[in-house]
């Protein structure tokens, strides 16, 4: 099938606009290099909203940014940094108050870990009152990150209000719970997060994310108690084992792409853009699996994220046509189709 045929009637045009904060991060330039600790790090623009605004935009589409930032010079580096990608930043407001948000990193041998400096963050403090009807109603497709609905009641009203102005003027809305560890065991936050998976057209969650989402274990269970959440196309990140997509009934599964994995920062968030490139090319369900499957894993590939890791849409077209298959899989069994 092809991913359009899941939404009867929805618009065939119009920008994609992302809604959420820009930030900072401050990644150090060797893995081993502890926050304590004295070194050289890279000042990289970041937050899931501008990197899925990046990526939308190498990837060619027309992708607007909705959010807010400070007159600080952060703020301005990052949004001309995000301008100069392709990004529309005309419904960024500017606000006298605050500054932009931002993220140290170190990687530990579990995993990253950030170490966040937004409290007040101009990107946080967006509110309902920002944003514009008008162009919201003219989008094709209105995508935000789950994270987004933690920081603070402004930004969370503010979400609400664009997913509802979406939804009365026949905008796709795209949804990434992007679930963050210390949430997983609060009831209000899961709540939230379900709330908003069931006013979602396209949901992009991880296996781990589904399955607190939905309590099920096993891929096929999950795939269908998101579905009857509310979202007709699902496309679940599995990480070094590929992605699965269903929507109609019917499922593309592709196994992980084998790359030298240096920084994993953004890959969700790219996927994510990639998946809402995929609805505007209509392509089959099978392609968009292969497709997103390549871009978060090139993401994966280089440290940093806007302006460093972010790839091309030939870098994505020729990994995809090198073959996609993982160590020891024969050709021609890189994907699978099946019906729930």
């Known amino acids: 099938m092809r991913l359009m045929d899941a939404f009867p009637g929805a618009k065939r045009s119009g920008q994609i606009l992302v809604l959420g904060e820009l930030l900072l991060d401050f990644i150090p330039t060797r893995s081993n290099m502890r926050l304590a600790e004295p070194g050289t790090v890279i000042k990289s623009v970041s937050g899931s909203a501008g990197i899925f605004a990046c990526t939308a935009a190498a990837l060619g589409r027309h992708c607007g940014l909705v959010g807010r930032v400070a007159r600080d010079p952060f703020s301005r580096l990052a949004v001309q940094t995000v301008a100069q990608a392709g990004v529309d930043t005309s419904l960024v407001v500017e606000s ?195 497709f997103c499957n390549c871009v978060g894993a090139l993401v994966c590939t280089k440290r940093g994220t806007v302006g460093m890791a972010i790839p091309s849409l030939t870098e994505v077209e020729a990994l995809m046509d090198s073959g996609l298959r993982p160590a020891g899989t024969p050709a021609g069994q890189y994907a699978f189709q099946s019906r729930l």
């Open 96 to 290: 006298d108050q605050g500054q932009i948000g931002l993220a140290f990193i170190e990687y530990l041998p579990e995993g990253r870990n950030y170490q966040y400096y937004r409290e007040r963050s101009a990107g946080s403090r967006l509110s309902a009152a920002d944003l514009d009807e008008e162009a919201i109603a003219g989008a094709q497709i209105l995508h935000l990150p789950g994270m987004l609905l933690e920081l603070n009641e402004t930004i969370r009203e503010a979400c609400f209000t664009a997913v509802d102005i979406a939804k009365r003027h026949g905008v796709l809305v795209s949804f990434d719970p992007n679930i963050r560890k210390e949430l997983a065991g609060d009831r209000g936050a899961m709540e939230r997060l379900r709330q908003m998976t069931a006013k979602a057209d396209i949901l992009k969650p991880t296996l781990d994310e589904a399955r607190l989402l939905t309590g099920e274990r096993e891929l096929e269970p999950v795939l269908a108690r998101l579905h009857g959440m509310g979202p007709r196309l699902v496309a679940v990140s599995r990480d070094k084992d590929g992605a699965v997509l269903s929507a109609g009934g019917e499922l593309a599964a592709v196994p992980g792409v084998d790359v030298e994995v240096v920084d994993p920062t953004g890959a969700g968030d790219s996927f994510a853009a990639a998946l809402c490139r995929c609805v505007q090319e209509n392509t089959t369900l099978e392609q968009a699996a292969r």
